[in-house]
């Protein structure tokens, strides 16, 4: 009754819930999906809305859900600033890529997080000061802005997911190196495993 699942098994039954009890048989995997906005002024970031209209190097999703036979648990998240010299160039140059307090926005950590799967918020507004070191109990007082989150989130294939984001005001960069404000989620998941199941 007190056990500690593991993520995996907390994927497996939430799969099952959902009528999906192939993904037992899928295999294994570490997930991490991320997507970047520009830093243009807006307080709002909805992060993975839309992402099927950005490329690479912004992205690496196609659309804001997993595909069939895929399944993720949501154990970690982390934000990224990314400049960029020519964001409209087929290939973008990435100048570089670092926390918000290596970019001089360390007022952005008292930002507020929400995460919604399917239109329905299953991460309350988590503040960006428990993602910051100084704050982070998985920190060990070392530079380190990864979040762990402490309930075993999932994301299930087909359903949509957007990371909420709403920052105070903060000095646009103008002119070029355009910035970029990206979030990344981590975890354990799974992916189609056709050999054994087709």
Do not use: C, W
């Not at 919604?116 to 530079?143: C, D, G, M, Y």
């Amino acid at each position: 009754m007190f056990a500690d699942p593991t993520a995996r098994a907390v994927l497996i039954a939430k799969a099952n819930k959902f009528g999906n009890k192939g993904l037992q048989r899928m295999q294994g995997s570490s997930i991490v999906k991320y997507h970047f906005l520009p830093m243009d002024g807006r307080t709002t970031f909805r992060f993975f809305e839309n992402v099927n209209t950005t490329r690479f190097p912004f992205t690496n999703l196609t659309e804001n859900k997993l595909q069939v036979g895929e399944g993720m648990v949501l154990e970690r998240g982390y934000f990224a600033i990314m400049s960029v010299t020519d964001p409209d160039a087929a290939l973008p140059t990435v100048a570089d890529v670092n926390t918000l307090r290596a970019f001089g926005f360390g007022g952005l950590y008292i930002s507020n997080l929400n995460f919604n799967i399917a239109n329905n918020q299953v991460l309350k507004p988590i503040p960006l000061t428990s993602f910051e070191s100084n704050f982070n109990r998985h920190a060990n007082f070392q530079n380190n802005d990864v979040f762990r989150f402490d309930t075993d989130t999932t994301l299930q294939p087909l359903i949509e997911f957007v990371g909420e984001l709403r920052t105070p005001t903060y000095a646009v960069a103008d002119p070029p190196p355009t910035l970029f404000l990206g979030l990344f989620i981590e975890g354990r998941g799974a992916i189609l495993n056709p050999r054994t199941n087709f």
